[in-house]
Each structure stands twice: as structure tokens, then as C-alpha cells.
């Protein structure tokens, strides 16, 4: 399996800042997501993470809203921007280890936005 | 990707098998059955996964009827530990891995 950091593993923000989460892992992955999971519902996911070129995003997922960066094959980082309560949610890194043809879960940044 | 269908909830006693069911009837022949859980708001950890072979792993075993229809995850001997959500997906594999769809899962409570 990968081992998968994510920082902060919390914050609390005011509305109308932005928040970056990083999301590292412990050997070069090909594919990368992030998920969002808000209070009391299944995993939703946002985009995936593209080494080299923009993000893959899903329907009612902007860049502009979400933007991603993925400069290298074990790091990325989502950016939550102009938060507003709605964004309160966990979000989540995945990758994918393509030898197992498994995702391997991060643990998680809980983000609470007032 | 195939949908799935879990119940919402389950119980079981300590130390007896948990078997939770899953029907994905609509799955494609190159997809693959993968389980997740979800322990109180934790990232989603990998459980096992298979094609049409059932499956066993120090966690769990698999079992796929041959149709590829439906299968069964079994914990042999739950402990309060395993009080979880548990996500039944669907999802090709190989050069054709796709992304995850989750479903709302099944919550499973053990109780002593």
C-alpha cells in the first residue's frame, strides 16, 4: 500500500478566505484525487490530479473554486477558495497504486468554514 | 461504473462473522468488486477486491457468485474495532481503472 500525509489535518476559517491542503505520499503514484465528503454523506469526488497538466474536474467542480496543483508524482495540493460554511467538509487525497490496482485513502483534512 | 446496492445497516455480535451483502447486477466483465471502510470519519481504508475468484486477505474474505451479480464480504470474527461504514464499488481495472463512485455504504455496528 502507499502511506499518505495530509496537512492541516484541520482548520477552522472565515468565510471568504481560501485554504490550501497538501497531500504527500511515500512513492511516486501516476494517479491522484481528492474528495470531498461533506457532514453526514458518501465521498463526492472533485477532480483528479494531473503531473504536468491541469486537473481532470468533475461535474459541478470548478477550477476556479477547487484549484489543484501536481508538480511531481508523490504531491499535490487542493486549494478551497472563497469559503463560504457550504465548503465545511472533509476532504480527502487518494491514490492510486497502479501494481495492486487499488486507491489508498489519505486521512483526511476537516475543514470547518464560519 | 455499475452501480451498487447495499443495505443501510447491519449488526452483529462480537466475535461472530459479519457477512454484509452487496448486488451489483449491472457489473461489466472487466470490472472488479472492491470494499472500503470507513471508521468514524477516517479516510476510507482498502479492504480487499476481486474479479470472479473469491478472495481471502487478513482482513476479510470475498465471496462472488458466479454470475458476478452479487457478493458477500465476510469478517470472520468482528470486534467492536470493525464498527464502520462499508463501501461496496465496482470499478474496471487494469489500463481501464476509472474513478471510485461511493454509494451511501452499509453501516455496521458490532456490539458486545
Known amino acids: 500500500s502507499a502511506v499518505i500525509s495530509q496537512k492541516p489535518s484541520r482548520d477552522i476559517c472565515q468565510r471568504g478566505t481560501s485554504l490550501t491542503i497538501q497531500c504527500q505520499v511515500d512513492?511516486?503514484?501516476?494517479?491522484m484525487f481528492w474528495y470531498r465528503q461533506q457532514p453526514g454523506q458518501s465521498l463526492t469526488l472533485i477532480a483528479t490530479?494531473?503531473?504536468?497538466?491541469?486537473?481532470?474536474?468533475e461535474s459541478g467542480f470548478v477550477i476556479d473554486k477547487f484549484p489543484i496543483s501536481r508538480p511531481n508524482l508523490t504531491f499535490s495540493t487542493l486549494t478551497v477558495s472563497n469559503m463560504s460554511p457550504e465548503d465545511s467538509s472533509i476532504y480527502l487525497c487518494?491514490?492510486?497504486?497502479?501494481?495492486?490496482?487499488?486507491?489508498?485513502f489519505g486521512p483526511g483534512t476537516r475543514l470547518l468554514v464560519l | 461504473d455499475a452501480k451498487t446496492t447495499q443495505p443501510p445497516s447491519m449488526d452483529c455480535a462480537e466475535g461472530r462473522a459479519a457477512n454484509l451483502p452487496c448486488n451489483h447486477s449491472?457489473?461489466?466483465?472487466?470490472?472488479?468488486v472492491y470494499w472500503y471502510r470507513q471508521i468514524h470519519s477516517q479516510g476510507p481504508q482498502y479492504i480487499i477486491h476481486g474479479l470472479k475468484n473469491n478472495e481471502t486477505n487478513e482482513m476479510a474474505s470475498l465471496i462472488i457468485t458466479e454470475d458476478r451479480k452479487s457478493s458477500t464480504l465476510i469478517l470472520p470474527h468482528a470486534t467492536l474495532r470493525d464498527t464502520a461504514v462499508y463501501y461496496c464499488i465496482v470499478n474496471a481495472g487494469g489500463t481501464s481503472y476509472g474513478k471510485l463512485t461511493f454509494g451511501q455504504g452499509t453501516i455496521l455496528t458490532v456490539h458486545p
Open positions: 512513492s511516486q503514484v501516476t494517479m
Open positions: 449491472t457489473i461489466s466483465g472487466n470490472e472488479y
Open positions: 490530479a494531473n503531473q504536468g497538466s491541469e486537473a481532470t474536474y
Open positions: 487518494s491514490v492510486l497504486v497502479a501494481a495492486k490496482e487499488t486507491q489508498y
